[in-house]
Structure formats: C-alpha cells, structure tokens
C-alpha cells in the first residue's frame, strides 16, 4: 500500500490539496483533524470542560467515529450522525485543538487511523501523521505557509460559507492554534526530519497541487524501481 502523510499548521492547504490529489491518484484521502474535531463537537454540546481530562476521558467510551466515502468526499459520521459540516465551523476547531492535546483521545483514534493505512493507498493529513501514526509512510510532506497567508485563505473560505467572522478573529484563532498544536506535550506539530517541506505563501493551490504531485508521483515511481 501506498501512504502519504502531509502534515502542518492550521490553514496551510492540507485538506484542499490533499482531496484533490486523492482523486487524481485514486487513492483515499484520510483527514485526521475530522475525527478531532468530531470528538470536540460531542464534548461541547454536552458542555464539558474539554481541557479537562477526566470529563473528555468519560466522554470517549460514548463515542464512536465511523469514516464513510460518497461520491468520493470524506463523510465522517460521530455515533451514526453525519457531522461533517457541523464540524467545519470555527469553534469546532477550537474544540478539536483542545482535545487533541490528550494523550487519551490521540490514543483513541491512532488504531482507526493506522487501519485505514493498511488497508487503502492514502494520504493522510494532520499533525502527527509522519511523526506518530506512520513513521514508514512512502512520503512525508510538511505543508506550511505564513501566518498572514493562512489568515486570509482561512477567512474567505468561513466567509463563503457564510459564517460572520472578523479578519482579525481568525487570525487569532490561527496563532492560538498554531501554538497550542506546537507546543502540546504528545504529538506536537513537527517536520519529521524525512520529511519534505514545501511553503505555500506565494504559491496558488493549483501551483501547489502540481507540487505535490510531483513529488509523490516521483517517490512512487523511485518505489517501483527498488522493488
Ligand atoms: O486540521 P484541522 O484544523 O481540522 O485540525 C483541528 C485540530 O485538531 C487542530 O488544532 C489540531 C488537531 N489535530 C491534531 O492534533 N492531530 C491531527 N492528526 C489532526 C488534527
């Protein structure tokens, strides 16, 4: 089976680009911060304090994630509710990057998520992909891109959506995020040392999909050659 693993800051492309390249290679595409995210929504709608541990470890035993691909788009599905709009919104990030600090609910999603590669040619994104979950990936990109790029990427898309925020909000969120995912005691945003890091601040996203794949497309050509 064939594994990327793209990991990297909030906002730096990961999920548009890597969506995209899945279909054009016909691979799977795994998008790890849904099921964070998911495990964040049941946490704030029952109203518990998502920094504290005891509360989020209660909530785990009543939690199931299921992944399910329609129309070849990512459905995730938390105890048989299609939440993956819901999960999209800010404060479900915000929620998401609590709970992701918990040794307990990485724990809890790491099987899911190493069973999807074993199973299916992937990518995979996140923020411990190469580093944690699949240290033998066939490649490793860390995707990153300037605070203020991000920013603006980040807040045309929640403005399409319709979602009233300010610049200024999500540029906040952004910083915040960045710095609870980086300095985290588990698992903290970090470039694999294999990894290949590509900036995307001046880069379009299509300028970045050629990117990537290239690099992939070339790793699996140099694979086929040792084999
Ligand atoms: O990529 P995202 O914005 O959907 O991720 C939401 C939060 O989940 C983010 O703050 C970090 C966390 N996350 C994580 O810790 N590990 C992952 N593999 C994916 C996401």
Known sequence: MVSVAIDGPSGAGKSSLAKRLAAELGFIYVDTGAMYRSIGLYGMRKGIDLNDTQQVGACLGEIAIRLAFEDGNQHIYLN???VSQEIRKEDAGMAASAVASQPQVRQFLLDLQRDMAQKYDILMDGRDIGTVI???ATLKIFLTASVQARAER???EL??????V???QVKTDIEQRDWQDIHRETAPLRKAPDAIEVDTS??????SFDALLSLIQTRIAQQKENM
Do not use: H, S
């Not at 001046?202 to 300028?207: N, R």
């Open 80 to 82: 048989d509710e299609d």
């Open 134 to 136: 699949l240290p033998n």
């Open 154 to 156: 980040r807040y045309k």
């Open 159 to 164: 403005v399409e959506k319709g979602d009233k």
């Open 166 to 168: 300010t610049f200024e």
């Open 202 to 207: 001046d880069m379009t996203l299509q300028q």
